[in-house]
């Protein structure tokens, strides 16, 4: 596996493999890979002949109170995990290749509020124009035919799928299923913060889900019940806040009517300072 920090190296070995007729999947990441992002590998490589993996911790998506700076960077683990697995390469920029103006003068890409300020978009306030403009910097930097993101952050696939087709990137988007633990906890980054404690509470955000969905597909439709229901159920179990637990249309992610054929079950509960998202999808 080759590991590439720069934009121009990058690109004259994607030209080769293009000239050669290969088709190139890209899975974008921050780093501190766990089998959740294996998963993506894996995927990429059943849908490409090459499969480039990007780590970079990207700033310009971190709120002033977020974890920017205590995020986990883990180079050499990623490097080992993702050679493992198959990538043919890492793509591992400075701060300084993505944003040489810095980020004060960076042209934002910026998809419509009615998908961006709502939910995740709501709590975390020009999150996803920081999303956005990286994934679109490093869609132009690696030129994939193909690109994988995870079902986890659901609102997020959304968003770049919304942007793929308002700016026809000629770039296919793969979805892969969420990837969870035995317990049944959807894998990230973050669950490393959680305490033993916290680590037994945590799986029971998708047994609220899973709750929610068997009562949606037995014709209940209440939704605003069945979401108070299960999140005062998870407070009572140990878990400290939900932000929020909604029943959604899947592609405009607004609540959901009884006219809904399909739904998305979207969630986002703390533990302590810890933030785990989960959702189902109907």
């Keep these: 596996m080759q590991v590439i920090e720069t934009v121009a190296k990058l ?33 990429a490589k059943q849908k490409a002949d ?22 986990p960077r883990t ?3 990623d490097k080992k995990l993702l050679s493992e697995q198959g990538a043919d390469l890492m793509f591992f920029p400075e701060v300084a290749e993505v944003y ?37 910097k490093l869609f132009n930097m690696v030129q994939p035919d193909c690109a994988v993101f995870g079902q986890k952050d659901f609102q997020q696939l959304q968003v770049i799928k919304t942007m793929v087709s308002d700016l026809a990137l000629p770039i296919q988007i793969i979805t892969a299923p969420i990837a969870r633990d035995k ?13 033993s404690q916290q680590r037994q509470i945590a799986p029971k955000l998708q047994v609220a889900l899973l709750d929610i969905a068997a009562a949606l597909q037995s014709g209940n439709r209440d939704f605003n019940a069945l979401c108070h229901v299960a999140s005062q159920r998870l407070l009572q179990q140990g878990f400290d806040a939900i932000d929020y637990i909604q029943i959604c249309d899947p592609t405009t ?18 533990l302590g300072s810890t933030r785990l998202l989960d959702n189902i999808l109907l």
Excluded at 12 to 36: C, D, I, S, Y
Excluded at 109 to 133: C, I, P
């Design 11 to 43: 690109r004259l070995v994607v030209q080769e493999w293009k000239r050669r007729g290969l088709r190139v999947a890209f899975v974008p990441t921050m780093g501190n890979l766990h089998q959740g992002h294996l998963s993506l590998i894996d995927l």
């Design 50 to 71: 090459k499969v480039v993996c990007s780590v970079f911790v990207n700033p310009l998506q971190f709120g002033p109170d977020e974890d920017f700076e205590r995020y």
């Design 75 to 77: 180079f050499e683990q």
């Design 100 to 136: 040489p103006n810095g980020q004060s003068e960076q042209t934002l890409v910026k998809v419509a509020d009615s998908l961006t300020a709502l939910l995740e978009g709501a709590n975390r306030l020009g999150h996803f124009d920081g999303v956005t403009t990286v994934v679109l």
């Design 183 to 195: 317990e049944g906890l959807a894998l990230s980054s973050r669950n490393q913060y959680l305490t």
């Design 253 to 270: 992610l607004l609540p959901a009517s009884d006219s809904n054929q399909e739904f998305v079950i979207l969630a986002v509960a703390r």
